[in-house]
């Protein structure tokens, strides 16, 4: 369990799990049948730097796959802040179950751990600025929802999760729809109750989407001098988001501007993994 923070369903953090395990595993570990078939393990996981912690369900999903007679008992909750050389967790059970397991295992516990880091990073660089962090779609294949709940796990928002829960109307949507006008326009007719968001280039663009009835606008790569003049004339009237090129030296300066929201694609897409160790007792 985590701080408050709502893990994808069940299901997925299986099928991402029996996924991982297929590519790992194929047709069996050939070097875990060295051990003994009764032959049992005690270990433990230990961070080797700061870091927030994620992915504890898909941790204890891989060797409740691989054997369900592993145990784990855990030390820190999803969303802690780990010191260097913190224990994390310690596993007991069959040492051939651990064994295949822990490569898996801690391939979860480190992206997502990364994510929530460096998640918890861009929060703490915008603390008493009122502004919130979101993440994007650049996301790692096949691990959106996994990487999305550790990002919440960092104290982060998620902006929309796929295209099918908001619109985000861009540069290409506007051309091909005949504008903003008219793209926003289709857009409220055939998704009424989905948020609607329109990215926008200059301050033309962003009146003329206050003025179709968007609800946010994503202010591309504008200058803080211009998201200072954005926010000045349009705050209250519409959500402002920044975003394109920000990052941990930067956001600050973004933020003081005022803006309501800043998304920031590093936190998923530029992911470093943090540095756990399996020890065996």
């Known amino acids: 369990m985590?701080?408050?923070v709502r893990?994808?369903?069940?299901?997925?953090v299986k099928s991402d799990v029996a996924r991982a395990l297929a590519e790992d595993l194929g047709s069996g570990d050939c070097t875990a049948q060295l051990v003994p078939e009764t032959a049992t393990l005690r270990t433990r996981v230990i961070s080797r730097e700061p870091a927030v912690l994620a992915g504890r369900d898909w941790f204890d999903e891989t060797f409740r796959q691989i054997d369900p007679g592993v145990r784990i008992e855990w030390s820190h909750e999803d969303g802690s802040v780990l010191a260097p050389d913190a224990e994390v967790c310690a596993l007991a059970g069959p040492a051939r179950a651990i064994l295949s397991g822990e490569?898996?295992?801690?391939?979860?516990?480190?992206?997502?751990?990364?994510?929530?880091?460096?998640?918890?990073?861009?929060?703490?660089?915008?603390?008493?600025?009122?502004?919130?962090?979101?993440?994007?779609?650049?996301t790692l294949p096949g691990l959106r929802a996994a990487q999305k709940y550790a990002v919440r796990c960092g104290g982060a928002r998620n902006h929309r999760i796929g295209l099918f829960d908001a619109i985000l109307v861009k540069e290409n949507h506007i051309?091909?729809?005949?504008?903003?006008?008219?793209a926003l326009k289709a857009a409220r007719s055939l998704h009424p109750t989905l948020l609607l968001e329109v990215e926008v280039e200059n301050s033309s663009q962003l009146e003329e989407a206050h003025r179709a009835g968007a609800q946010r606008a994503l202010l591309d790569n504008f200058s803080t001098d211009l998201l200072r003049r954005a926010v000045s004339e349009y705050k209250g009237r519409i959500e402002l988001e920044a975003s394109?090129?920000?990052?941990?030296?930067?956001?600050?300066?973004?933020?003081?501007?005022?803006?309501?929201?800043?998304?920031?694609?590093?936190?998923?897409?530029s992911v470093?993994?943090?540095?756990?160790?399996?020890?065996f007792v």
């Open 2 to 4: 985590s701080h408050g």
């Open 103 to 138: 490569r898996t295992a801690l391939n979860f516990l480190q992206t997502l751990s990364g994510t929530a880091t460096q998640a918890r990073r861009y929060v703490d660089a915008v603390a008493g600025t009122g502004a919130v962090i979101l993440d994007t779609r650049k």
């Open 175 to 182: 051309s091909a729809a005949g504008g903003i006008t008219a």
């Open 7 to 12: 893990a994808p369903a069940p299901e997925a």
């Open 244 to 269: 394109g090129g920000i990052d941990l030296l930067t956001v600050r300066e973004v933020a003081e501007t005022g803006v309501d929201y800043i998304s920031v694609g590093a936190m998923t897409k």
């Open 272 to 279: 470093e993994a943090v540095d756990f160790s399996m020890r």
